[in-house]
């Protein structure tokens, strides 16, 4: 299923306009205004949703309090299911974020099953510094029975899958215990590992998740755009060939830990960056918004993913039309991938390379694809076989 997959990615919280800070109370059915989206995710030629936290939480959804309830800030099962049913009707695939590295300080676990948790003494070890946060024991197998039931429990909801917040910090040994018996009930799960550097290859081949994000991928292209420095974009693909001969990575141009694509390179380039991601091989996703134009700054501040985290309008027929232009190429670019799903696993291997022009090729058998980066002129051709199609 990976290989055909193209998610819309949504920070939930944001995305409904939710408070991140101070809630409490009765659930506000706020899941249910994700649903007049759904026809544009379609019409925009995503067939998966890929949610960041939906759990009961403190704040922002990663300082999570209860694995088995749907956070009130968005409602409740009723409105998962709901959410669910409706992505099930349109043939949207749906992956939930699942936050098994850490809890809240404030989690129950703290007190009654200090077990679980991870000490330094007498308190509990907090994940990278951040006091709110608070490790799990990974080498207490009860966790792992904990992570396989939380799997399972919204598995069985009929989601198809799960990221796994900073997988990188978890040992792999845990995530292969916890995959194979996840896998025995659902063979066909999808585990998106948050990996931002490292042996990607290897982290693959010892968690034996079905994919990890490509960082490496996402730093190149804004970069290079940036800069006017496509040998490194180059370099980039060489290495990303490599890591496509044994998985296939999970690739994007934004998220919602990240500064927007269009502040990163402009308006005038995200177009060009959204069609050198849709043209390589991986399971591509969209960052709701950035097919929009949408922009935004991460800061290392408290708060300072808010801005890239916005609401939307309460249906697209509110959207501004400045971003008509942007979602047209967009929509191209996923229909292009859409027509020549074998890009997804194709060798690629870069034929030439300056600062301001790149090509590089596509093969799968007899077919390919030659794409052509030229930054002078702020555009990308595609040719496929028998087809052509020209962004920016």
Same mark, same amino acid.
């Given at each position: ?8 990615? +949504? ?6 306009? *939710?408070?991140?800070?101070?809630? /409490?109370?009765?659930?506000? &059915?706020? %899941? $249910? @205004? ?81 077990d ?5 003494g ?11 946060? +608070? ?6 197998? *009860?966790?792992?029975?904990l992570? /396989?039931?939380?799997?399972? &429990?919204w %598995? $069985? @909801? ?42 990607y290859?290897?982290?693959i ?11 490496e ?9 940036k ?30 830990? +990240?500064t ?11 177009? /060009? ?18 097919e ?7 800061r ?12 939307l ?14 979602h ?56 496929a ?8």
């Amino acid at each position: 299923m990976l290989e055909h997959d193209i998610w819309w990615q +949504v920070y939930p919280l944001g995305a409904v306009g *939710a408070p991140i800070r101070g809630e /409490v109370g009765e659930p506000s &059915h706020r %899941l $249910r @205004r994700l649903e007049p989206w759904l026809d544009y995710v379609v019409e925009l030629g995503c067939n998966g949703l890929l949610l960041n936290p939906i759990f009961a939480s403190v704040s922002h959804g990663y300082d999570t309090l209860d694995h088995y309830r749907v956070d009130p800030r968005l409602g409740d099962d009723s409105d998962l299911d709901h959410l669910i049913g409706e992505c099930k009707a349109r043939g949207l695939n749906v992956v939930l974020d699942g936050v098994f590295n850490h809890v809240s300080r404030s989690h129950p676990f703290v007190t009654e099953r200090p077990d679980l948790i991870a000490w330094d003494g007498d308190e509990p070890r907090a994940w990278e510094g951040h006091g709110d946060l +608070v490790e799990l024991d990974h080498s207490n197998p *009860a966790v792992a029975d904990l992570t /396989v039931d939380v799997m399972c &429990h919204w %598995l $069985r @909801r009929g989601i198809s899958g799960w990221r796994l917040d900073v997988a990188y910090a978890v040992p792999t040994a845990f995530w292969r215990d916890v995959a194979a018996r996840v896998r025995a009930e659902f063979p066909d799960v999808i585990f998106i590992g948050e990996v931002i550097h490292g042996d990607y290859v290897g982290f693959i081949e010892e968690s034996t998740l079905t994919t990890l994000t490509q960082y490496e991928l996402w730093k190149a292209i804004w970069s290079a755009l940036k800069d006017t420095n496509l040998w490194e974009l180059a370099h980039a693909i060489d290495r990303h060939a490599e890591f496509c001969s044994h998985f296939i990575p999970q690739t994007f141009v934004g998220n919602h830990d +990240v500064t927007r694509i269009a502040t990163l390179v402009g308006p005038r380039l995200a177009p /060009v960056a959204a069609a050198i991601l849709m043209s390589l091989p991986g399971a591509p996703s969209v960052y709701y918004g950035d097919e929009q134009g949408f922009t935004g700054t991460k800061r290392e501040q408290f708060a300072g993913d808010d801005e890239v985290r916005p609401a939307l309008p309460d249906s697209p027929a509110d959207l501004s039309p400045l971003g008509e232009g942007i979602h047209r190429e967009y929509q191209n670019l996923i229909g292009f991938r859409r027509r020549h799903p074998w890009l997804s696993t194709a060798t690629v291997e870069v034929t030439s390379k300056s600062n301001e022009a790149l090509t590089y090729r596509c093969t799968s058998g007899q077919r390919w694809c030659d794409v052509r980066v030229d930054l002078e002129r702020a555009s990308v051709s595609l040719i496929a076989d028998d087809e052509a199609i020209d962004v920016g």
